[in-house]
């Protein structure tokens, strides 16, 4: 069983970090909308997705370093928001709204909307920072995470709860 959940979580961390690597030009920068974060609610099906989610964005930001497509900061930053959005997707798991997994959907768009914003205004900004200058910026990563998120990720968790096949292959036994 231990073998299963490790095959799991690498398989997940591998698909983030493809799709990261797939779709470069709207993964990293200032305005994008990284389609991997979809993934964050994976931990609705159990805890084992939260270390594949977050293994597979800490690939996804040390390979965009290493080609140029973003910093390092994003390593320890960009993982962190993930690990976070994740953990509070698991304690959110139960919850629906009409049905779907909307409460669960909102930790990764706020932990990374908060996180990263900060970030970029800290360290990306010229000048003194300023409040319009971090809305900006925490505006800028929610939008993208809300898609990501909210209406994809949510839509991958409703695809896989009402498919027989597919949620016997992601809910953890």
């Known amino acids: 069983m231990k073998t299963k959940k490790l095959v799991r979580c690498a398989l997940i961390a591998a698909v983030y970090a493809a799709l990261c690597l797939i779709l470069q030009p709207i993964s990293y920068g200032l305005l994008n909308v990284r389609l991997a974060e979809m993934l964050t609610l994976l931990p609705v099906f159990g805890p084992g997705y939260i270390w594949g989610v977050t293994l597979g964005c800490f690939l996804a930001n040390l390979l965009g370093v290493a ?8 390593i320890v930053f960009g993982t962190l928001a993930t690990l976070l959005g994740c ?7 139960k919850l629906r709204v009409f049905g779907l997994t909307l409460p669960a959907a909102l930790p ?3 932990c990374n909307a908060v996180i990263i914003g900060l970030e970029l205004s800290f360290f990306f900004t010229e000048g003194a920072l300023s409040w319009p200058v971090l ?3 925490m505006l800028n990563v929610g939008i993208g995470e809300i898609i990501s998120c909210c209406i994809l990720g949510v ?4 695809l896989i709860e009402t498919n027989p096949r597919l949620h016997a292959l992601f809910i953890e036994t």
């Open 67 to 74: 080609l140029g497509t973003t910093v390092a900061l994003d």
């Open 87 to 93: 953990l509070f997707t698991y304690a959110l798991r």
């Open 108 to 110: 990764p768009v706020v």
């Open 135 to 137: 809305t900006l910026n």
């Open 155 to 158: 839509g991958l968790v409703r």
